[in-house]
């Protein structure tokens, strides 16, 4: 059964809580019996599926019943930065929580490096594990009793979680048997309203691996004899044990609100007791204390039970459990006037031990969200001494709709509570209404930003958010506020650019997506701006973009005003022509547009003032406005009047008198009589002997691109020949002779003119194409723009200064500086930001894909400025693991409580699921290998595969970055003194952590043998940079 869309009910009515008190749950997941996705859970409670796994039962007491998560020894330790070896020591456990931790944190759109106040209140189950890997491992490197210890006790499973995924908050184990989850919720609400974190995280793990497969249900024991679970039915006959895993995450409801978070629902009090000893034994349970915890948590919530519409109980399923719960909710709610209806999630699941309550938490919660009361599997009817003392009390035998009573939103109070006595109980509210989605420009283009941890991950985390768009066409712009402003970044980046005229298949299409499958460097690269010359100008350039970006806009027309004034409004009249036409088969390029090099059907041209002024009013505001967005130039680098663009950003003129000083160089120019330019797709040392006493080589652009330039006779003559000897030219738009001897006496007047312009240093490093070094705190005098305007552009050796410190440029403008900087660097990047006059695309497309380009190489924006206003945030799919199996070769020890239960082979192949792969699971293998050779690289090399369960090992591998921590590093340095016969100080070992490095500076140390003191290791100490 398919579970319908959440929020397509009517907004509730708005809460009459205090919301001062409340906290939002905004992310959760789940590994439940049948289900590792909340999609799926929902279908199996919409559908009242039973997904207790089961197999034919035996004579005998053991009943083959339990209730089984998917795949639980399956990990991928990658995405936490932890070596094979050490996931195959860590309790399958401890890895279900910290993958719950994390997708719960996703799906929380929490970007962690910037929430540092991030807690975690935490539990897992009984240890079944540490016994089996400790026997099977014995001896191995790396593995003694503390490695053992630290990897699978419960002491370090919420420690463990902050470490992995760097959360600086609070970070508590909690242990209350069949209530820690509910009680590590209860903590971590406490947390947050008292200020101790912005952020919290309640999660617990409860699964047992090897599996037991099935339990002893003896006569008069607490066990289901037939294994199924029946709570509060009148056949009920015990419990049936199961696996749980998961976590939710938790925030102030006024911070949810305030950041746009999707709100699942929200916590309006909490409550904790204990049973004490009034009562018939330690493993016994209490009515009064039960019912006690549901008023203390309804007081809480400043709520009364007559506002409570469901609750989801404990529902133990034995006779005694349910007698006693449904006494205690009998007693708080007799006084209701209206149906509560109660309901088990262990009626299809089991009962998850640690994990119960929080299946029963994300079963309210979803069923808030869905506006559906599910149906508890195997109930029928009550036993006639409940049905007598119920009152308003109803078990859900059948799934109904749940309308919001009349004033007031859906509440829920949710119960667990556990062995020993330590209560729980939860109330919950749905969600308050959000508000509608914001615009994100009038073209409605959204740019959508993807990471992963690895190459396989990105792909099908792109595939699934393409599928999650198909769904839900109208989020697209809040999938893109999300991506942008919410998200944890990993390395693997890609981003697709959605349309209203492409759709979501379009921006997926394979030859359309950007995917930067490298990784995205730790610390984000100094970019430089490339300011290009004319020749790729076209009328219109940027008028798309204006109306559809205020900053642009605004940015453009400060600009345009200077220049209307030079050109008697005529800049301002380009820059209304209209945007690029649809393509009739629509693709992205006008190729006749691109090939025509004739002039025909070219609009009419404009005076050189007019270019000039209106190239340089595109440049400057397309600059200034990814310097709005945070994207700040280290350096510039200018092509011809580019450069004067340059100057402005640099601080060298103001804008008012480099405009004037570009329009009189324009008219300078024209003084000089006609020219023509002719492009030459060749170096320029292989040419340059062509030039005549009427052509010269005005530009060096790149290793296969140069520029003559001369009188058009000349210039016509030239091409002729360089055809003739195998040459490809190209003739550039234009009628002047730029860069040439003929502007002689045109630059001298300019530089005439720029004796009383006022100029100053330049406070961001230019590349000069002019001397051909950098200006850096320097201010290029009168006679630098008299050579600038008559000079050879060196372009290539301006790009080469550039090249040599940075590798990330930006082109600002509509330029041909990309193939020019790949020549010089393949290893470069150079993103444009504005179309070719040809291209039939949106502006604001391509300064989308311009921003998603950069993205990928680590360039991060201050993405809010590129919306007009705050979006909302949405909840995505996950993303996807690479998971494999992590178990001992050895099988486990005997376990007399499950005789019947199968465990597979160690060697079996993982079975691909989601976001799953085949293969092998990883373990260290010291018969795979040469036993430790006597050399130290030989030696360090087997340690590092060895210690950290890899396959095999390079001089770069980093010791940390792939895993390995201090207890590993003792493993090291003990190995070393055995090898060497002296210790070598860990300062020595790791002083580069590389494999290789690690070697030179032992081998060194060694030859200098004698000259210092070895210094002890601190067990305790991190080593990890």
């Known amino acids: 059964m398919s579970a319908p869309l959440p929020g397509h009910h009517a907004p509730p009515p708005a809460p009459a809580a205090d919301d001062e008190y409340a906290v939002a749950v905004v992310g959760m997941a789940v590994r439940l019996p049948g289900c590792d996705s909340l999609d799926r859970y929902w279908e199996i409670l919409a559908a009242g599926e039973d997904a207790v796994t089961r197999r034919t039962q035996q004579p005998g007491t053991f009943v083959p019943a339990y209730g089984s998560v998917p795949r639980p020894a399956h990990f991928d330790p990658a995405r936490f930065g932890i070596a094979p070896s050490e996931a195959l020591l860590l309790d399958p456990q401890h890895r279900l929580l910290l993958e719950a931790a994390d997708e719960a944190l996703e799906a929380a759109n929490v970007d962690r490096v910037r929430t540092p106040a991030i807690s975690i209140y935490a539990g897992v189950g009984h240890n079944d594990y540490e016994r089996w890997v400790g026997t099977a491992l014995a001896g191995q490197p790396g593995v003694d009793a503390q490695a053992l210890e630290v990897t699978n006790r419960g002491d370090y499973a919420a420690t463990r979680v902050a470490y992995r995924l760097g959360l600086h908050g609070a970070a508590v184990t909690v242990q209350s048997a069949c209530s820690t989850a509910l009680t590590a919720v209860h903590l971590a609400v406490q947390d947050l309203l008292a200020h101790g974190s912005d952020l919290a995280v309640a999660g617990v793990a409860a699964v047992r691996v090897p599996a037991p497969g099935g339990y002893e249900a003896p006569l008069g024991g607490i066990g289901s004899p037939d294994g199924v679970c029946r709570p509060f039915d009148q056949a009920a006959g015990g419990s049936v044990p199961g696996d749980g895993a998961g976590a939710v995450v938790l925030k102030r409801l006024g911070d949810a609100v305030r950041d746009g978070d999707d709100i699942w629902a929200v916590v309006r009090g909490t409550a904790m007791n204990n049973d004490g000893s009034g009562k018939s034994g330690f493993a016994g349970v209490d009515a009064a204390a039960q019912a006690e915890v549901i008023r203390a948590a309804l007081q809480v919530a400043g709520l009364r039970p007559q506002d409570i519409d469901y609750v989801e109980a404990h529902g133990s399923g034995t006779r005694i459990g349910d007698a006693t719960e449904w006494s205690a909710l009998a007693e708080v709610f007799a006084d209701v006037d209206h149906p509560v209806r109660v309901g088990a999630a262990k009626g299809g699941l089991g009962h998850l031990r640690e994990a119960a309550g929080l299946a029963g938490l994300v079963k309210a919660v979803l069923s808030l969200r869905h506006g559906r009361l599910v149906a508890t599997p195997h109930f029928d009817r009550l036993p006639s001494d409940l049905a007598r003392t119920g009152g308003p009390l109803h078990p859900l035998g059948e799934a109904l709709d749940w309308p919001p009573a009349e004033g007031r939103p859906r509440r829920a109070g949710v119960s667990a509570f556990g062995l020993g006595g330590t209560n729980c109980h939860v109330v919950l509210e749905e969600a308050p209404p959000r508000p509608r989605e914001h615009g994100q420009g009038t073209d409605g283009a959204q740019l959508l930003l993807v990471s992963s941890h690895h190459p396989d991950a990105l792909t099908a985390d792109l595939d699934a958010l393409r599928d999650h768009l198909d769904l839900h066409p109208a989020r697209a712009a809040d999938t893109a506020w999300t991506t942008q402003t919410a998200r944890h970044r990993h390395p693997h980046r890609g981003y697709a650019v959605v349309t209203p005229e492409g759709g979501t298949r379009a921006a997926f299409d394979a030859d359309r997506l950007r995917v930067q499958h490298g990784r995205a460097p730790s610390a984000p690269p100094e970019v430089v701006f490339v300011l290009p010359g004319i020749g790729s100008h076209y009328p219109g350039m940027g008028a798309g973009l204006a109306a559809t970006d205020p900053v642009f806009a605004s940015h453009l027309r400060a600009a345009v005003e200077i220049a209307d ?255 020019w900087i790949g020549q010089s660097d393949p290893d470069a990047v150079c993103v444009r930001t504005v179309r070719q006059s040809y291209e039939h695309v949106p502006d604001r497309q391509v300064l989308l894909e311009a921003l998603g380009e950069l993205w990928t190489h680590g360039v991060e924006a201050e993405w809010q400025r590129l919306h007009p206003a705050p979006g909302r945030r949405t909840t995505l799919p996950p993303r996807s693991l690479i998971r494999r199996r992590y178990l001992p070769d050895a099988p486990p020890p005997a376990d007399p409580s499950a005789p019947s239960a199968p465990v597979p082979a160690a060697g079996t192949p993982a079975t691909a699921a989601g976001g799953e792969q085949n293969g092998p699971e990883h373990r260290p293998d010291p018969a795979a290998g040469p036993q430790p050779p006597s050399t130290v690289g030989g030696y360090l090399a087997e340690r590092f595969r060895l210690l950290l369960g890899l396959r095999e090992v390079h001089p770069d591998d980093h010791f940390f970055h792939l895993g390995g921590d201090s207890l590993m590093g003792v493993h090291l340095i003990a190995g070393l003194k055995e090898l060497t016969g002296t210790a070598v100080p860990p300062s020595i070992v790791f002083a580069s952590a590389t494999l290789g490095g690690m070697t030179r500076e032992v081998e060194a140390w060694l030859a200098a043998a004698g000259q210092q003191q070895p210094e002890p290791l601190d067990d305790n100490e991190s080593r990890r940079p």
């Open 565 to 819: 004034a030079l050109t008697d409004g005529a800049v301002g009249r380009s820059f209304a022509a209209p945007g690029p036409r649809p393509a009739g088969d629509g693709g992205r390029v006008d190729l006749r547009a691109l090939l025509r090099r004739d002039g025909a059907a070219r609009p009419p041209r404009r005076t050189l003032r007019e270019v000039h002024l209106s190239l340089f009013c595109l440049e400057h505001a397309m600059a200034r406005t990814l310097i709005d967005l945070g994207i700040r130039p280290a350096a510039l680098l200018g092509h011809s009047l580019g450069e004067w663009v340059a100057a402005v950003l640099a601080g060298v003129i103001g804008l008012d008198d480099a405009m004037a000083a570009v329009a009189r160089r324009a008219d300078l120019v024209v003084t000089a009589g006609e020219g023509a330019m002719l492009g030459v797709l060749a170096p320029a040392e292989d040419v340059e002997k062509y030039a005549g006493d009427d052509t010269w080589l005005a530009a060096d652009n790149g290793p296969g691109h140069c520029v003559f330039s001369g009188r058009p006779d000349a210039v016509t003559a030239l091409a002729g020949r360089l055809r003739d000897d195998g040459f490809t030219v190209l003739p550039v738009d234009t009628a002047h002779p730029f860069h040439t001897p003929q502007l002689t006496r045109a630059a001298d007047l300019l530089g005439e003119d720029m004796r009383d312009v006022p100029l100053g240093p330049a406070r961001i490093p230019i590349a000069s194409s002019v001397l051909g070094r950098w200006l850096d705190g320097e201010t290029p005098t009168p006679s630098y723009w008299r050579d600038h305007m008559v000079g050879r552009v060196r372009f290539k050796a301006a790009a080469g200064l550039a090249l040599a410190r940075h590798r990330v440029l930006i082109e600002v403008g509509p330029g041909t500086a990309r193939p």
